[in-house]
């Protein structure tokens, strides 16, 4: 859930997040193994093979404008491009424009596209598709949640074929890399309504992988796009298995049906250190770029006094979570920036845990228990309301249990409900029937955060779904995309998470670690600051390593 092709990318399961700055960082195979042959002169690349993934929920639609969620977009991400990406060490290069200019003012961007790119149907791509890309995601019938960055532009101009120029009336810092948004194809698209089209369940992109099939609940598979303007992916397919259990994942990653998966921390210290899986599997292990969280649902009126979510948060127990369901691997989380990288802001109030005063802060809020039941009530009704969770997600299901367990010794009974991906997100997140959920967030490289926290963005399938509203958040907010200067930004950015915590709209619990675990016969795999699927499409198995083979 994010709000550009480069935030969707931190939110992909198997894109493992990173940042440069991270020192607490492990950027190396945790076991460090390959095959029995790994270090033979006959390892070289070749072209074959399948990985086959993991993944706890299936996608929704499969044009990026429409997709919210992350199993959408861990698909997507590999069959279309944006104008530009990030290399392995964080730096902004070009992906479909091979280069731009930007003026001494920062107004203005002239983009140089790529010649010779095709679409997957031999189409080529050209200037029409990026300025069809700009309108539909400005189109006010357009329900995405992603308009925010295109809304910037005050005009597009096509120069050419291949060069496009766009204007902005003032400074907007993210502009850039807000080009990193995925380009969808005119001629197959323009002139019809875009939540009818095809594509949402037939894609067509200029990636390195082109859509063959989709099963419902059960699987969705790609084959390699042979003319990719970047070169033929070294793996022929790529297939994503929709298991909704991760232990059940798991199960399947040791029958060897699987390639690839994200570890529980349970899985990671104890089910993986024997000598079958340090021969078969190399483990990865980095503090994510992404956070879990408590949101409330500041429309229920449980939670809109502030000194009531501050009450539970002081009353949640965060670094027992950190203890007991990750094992350790993981740090409280304080704020929507990650600890350890440059926007982060250290000083922010912090509400550690003490059960005795946060009773006394919700006697404060006029919450008691007037009754003698053992649950605290106001105006005759109890403090009582439901968490909701996606299901899957064990470590999400396990704090939720830790914090039922918490609220209870301050006199709030707390229910969890656990629900199937595409339902929680479509039924009860998108239509805001909720009254708390835990969920998690991946964030960009760019501090950018107005689609999750401006006042603006509380729509039907806009990212502000717990209907979060301050006017100094929005003004800072505002300000921290209005301005190139980093240490200006960073003033904003600090006062902003200031505030954040002193509102807790969520209560931040934890970052987790990032914990892949991938089969012993890819190789190519170069840890870096970006992560490690940055280079996913040179990737390979060795011949004689190879395990599937078919024709396309």
Known sequence: MKSSRI??????????????????????????VSSPKANSQDMKPAYGDMMIRGSIGDASVLLPVLASDSASSEISSLIYNGLVKYDKDINVVGELAERWEISDDNLKIRFYLRKGVTWQDG???????????????????????????????????????????????????????????????????????????????????????RFKEWKTGEKTLLDSYHNYFEGRPYIDQVLTRVIPDLATMFLELKASRLDQMGLTPMQYE?????????????????????????????????FKDKKVRQALTTAINRESIVQGVLLGLGEVAYTPYKPDTYWYNPNVRKFPYDPEKAKGMLEEAGWKD???????????????????????????????????????????????????????????????????CLLGWGIGIDPTQI?????????????????????????????????????????????????????????????????????????????????????????YVPKQLQKYTFQQ
Not at 145 to 169: C, N, P, S
Not at 279 to 295: D, E, P, Q, T, V
Not at 388 to 415: C, P, W
Request: aromatic letters at 14%; charged letters at 25%.
């Open 123 to 209: 189409t080529p791509f050209t200037s029409k598709d990026v300025e069809y890309t700009f309108k539909i995601h400005i189109d006010p019938k357009t329900p995405t949640a992603y308009a925010t960055d295109f809304l910037r532009v005050k005009e597009f101009r096509i120069l050419d074929e291949h060069t496009i120029e766009v204007i902005y009336d003032k400074p907007y810092a993210p502009a850039l890399t807000s080009w990193a948004h995925s380009i969808l194809p005119s001629h197959l698209l323009e002139g019809k309504e875009i939540t009818e089209s095809p594509l949402k369940r037939n894609p067509v992109g200029t990636g390195p992988y």
């Open 7 to 32: 935030f969707f990318t931190f939110l992909i399961a198997f894109l493992i997040f990173g940042c440069s700055d991270n020192k607490k960082s492990d950027m190396k195979p945790e076991n460090n």
């Open 451 to 539: 689609d999750i926290w401006n006042s603006k963005k509380m729509g039907e399938s806009e990212l502000n779904f717990i209907s979060y509203q301050n006017p100094e958040v929005d003004r800072l907010l505002e300000l921290g995309v209005s301005t190139y200067n980093r240490e200006e930004r960073k003033k904003y950015y600090d006062e902003f998470q200031s505030i954040i915590a002193e509102d807790q709209p969520y209560t931040f619990l934890f970052v987790p670690y990032s914990l892949p675990i991938i089969s012993s016969r890819f190789h190519g795999i170069q840890p870096a600051p970006i992560g490690i699927s940055y280079n996913f499409t040179e990737w």
């Open 270 to 302: 104890r089910q993986t250190n024997n000598d079958w899986f340090e021969r078969n599997f190399n483990k990865y292990k980095y503090l994510a770029l992404g956070y879990s969280y408590l949101g409330y649902n500041l429309q229920d009126w449980k």
């Open 370 to 436: 007037t009754d003698g039941d053992g649950i605290i009530d106001k105006d005759g009704k109890p403090f009582e309301f439901t968490i909701i969770t996606n299901h899957g997600n064990d470590m999400r299901k396990n704090a939720a249990t830790i914090i039922q367990k918490d609220l209870k010794k301050v006199g709030i009974e707390v229910k969890i409900r656990v629900i199937e991906w595409a339902a929680f997100i479509k039924n009860f997140i998108n239509k805001r029937k909720f009254e708390a």
